[in-house]
């Protein structure tokens, strides 16, 4: 299965609720990112968490690695209509030739009702 | 500043065609990458570059080729188009922060808005 796999697949809340997601790995990273993407658009990076890093925040934004778990968490407060959108994590290592590779999830589909 | 541009946005093919998809980046960004992305598979990276005149295969490169002659410019091209090949492609790119250990620090990926391409 994929490295970076998201949980719950779809979420449905209302507004001003708290979203969080998760986000389960199999290999060791060294970062792991967080990315949006709306409907028929690109990806739009959010938050980035290096290995060494417990907690992130940014704004309404919080993530949370813990790496004796592989996993990650993104918690959204306060949702809005406007945060609703695909979210995807997105893992990286450094390949034996040296090089980084990403390796994205399947996504959580995040829809607030407003 | 525009980032990252994806032509053509829309396309359909019928199988066997060639085509060719540009992707431009004005950020001088030394990574690039192509990406496909299938309902429920999330991104899978095709192909990627990590400068001028270099490529390297990345996890679904079989049926797609790239090309990197100007640092901006990342080309994918299908030289006979596939049914499977129907999906939305995505082109990102990055830059690699050097830290003073002379290891590479990762920087996130800025995407384009992606092509839709249908094979028939």
């Known amino acids: 299965s994929q490295q970076g796999e998201e949980d719950p697949q779809a979420l449905s809340i209302q507004e001003g609720e708290n979203a969080t997601m998760n986000c389960s790995y199999k290999?060791?990273?060294?970062?792991l990112q967080w990315y949006r993407q709306n409907s028929g658009r690109g990806l739009v990076h959010l938050i980035l968490i290096r290995s060494n890093e417990r907690e992130k925040h940014s704004g309404r934004l919080r993530v949370t690695l813990d790496t004796s778990k592989k996993s990650s968490s993104l918690l959204i407060t306060a949702s809005r209509a406007a945060d609703t959108a695909s979210y995807f994590c997105a893992t990286d290592r450094l390949t034996t030739s040296g090089t980084y590779k990403y390796i994205f999830g399947t996504g959580t589909r995040l829809k607030v009702l407003a | 500043n525009a980032g990252v541009t994806q032509t053509p946005k829309f396309r359909v093919l019928k199988t066997g065609q060639s085509m060719t998809l540009l992707c431009a980046q004005d950020m001088n960004h030394e990574y690039m990458y192509w990406y496909r992305q299938d309902p429920g598979m999330g991104l899978r990276l095709i192909h990627y570059s990590v400068g001028e005149g270099t490529t390297a295969k990345g996890e679904v490169p079989d049926g797609y080729n790239v090309s990197r002659l100007k640092k901006q410019n990342f080309l994918l091209g299908l030289e006979s188009a596939a049914p499977s090949q129907t999906s939305v492609y995505f082109c990102?790119?990055?830059?690699?922060?050097?830290?003073?250990?002379?290891?590479?620090?990762?920087?996130?990926?800025?995407f384009g808005d992606g092509t839709r391409l249908s094979i028939l």
């Open positions: 990102a790119s990055s830059y690699m922060r050097k830290l003073k250990t002379a290891l590479l620090a990762v920087q996130p990926q800025h």
């Open positions: 290999t060791s990273i060294n970062n």
